[in-house]
């Protein structure tokens, strides 16, 4: 696996892929991978000839009292995860590289990104489309993969890719959960074990939503007051929002559509966890 941490070898690298006309898969991550980051390089390896994933942590999309001094960097490790999968390049660019003194040009999807997590997080998604934006000019892959646990950010990236006529494809990965339910994701790695069974709480309240829905409900309100009342019964958890919305553009729904997105997101302690479901049934 080749490793880069400047822009231009990997511009250069990625013209040499296009150049032979093999199709670039891109797994844009933050480091601190799990499986749920290795089931997208799987996925970028079964329609890549060429896969590439990059290492960043973003400085851009961390609120002021947010984790970005204490989020999980583990490069090493996360060198040797991908390089067992067979990554063919990783980029790990610092940031003054990706933002060097004096940019001041930033990329906002605007409306769709003040909602879920954009209304509880301001700002966080500019950080998102500005670094994805940056990153697609210059890895230009072809196919760029994402998670379905980060369905927020996806619509939105979705929405950035349509608007500015980006010459990549969105492919988007199932969630990927631990034995009992809970979501992978790099913040579990704060929650200690107490805090571990209670963030299951997040998974109950999705599924109890799904029961209710495949036994015939369909009143939108009653849905999520069930959903809030599982979280309610766990006094370590503080709800942030549960809302059912349209997958696509993040809005409220009307009524009950197969396919709606169910989003949740809730501290467990000092962490903030998401969720969400894409209901089965309804209408």
Known sequence: MKIIDSLEPMQHF?????R???????VPTMGALHEGHLSLVRLARAQSD???ASI???PLQFGPSEDFGKYPRTFERDRQL?????????????VDAMYPAGAVTTVEVREISDRLDGRSRPGHFKGVTTVVSKLFNIVQPD????????????AIIRQMVRDLNLDVQIVVGPIIREPDGLAMSSRNAYLDPQQRQQALVLHRALMRMQFLVDRGGKNL???VAAGKQVVAEEPAAKLDYLEIVDPDTLEPLAHLEPGALVAIAAWVGSTR???NLLIHGGR
Request: net charge negative.
């Open 221 to 223: 309100d009653a849905l």
């Open 273 to 275: 966890l998401i969720d």
């Open 143 to 154: 196919l760029a993969f994402f998670g379905q646990k980060d369905a927020a950010q996806v």
């Open 14 to 18: 990625s013209r040499e892929i296009r």
């Open 50 to 52: 060429c896969v590439a």
């Open 82 to 94: 991908l390089e067992a999968e067979k990554v063919d390049v990783l980029f790990a660019p610092n």
């Open 20 to 26: 032979y006309g093999k199709r670039l898969g891109f």
């Open 56 to 58: 960043f942590v973003n």
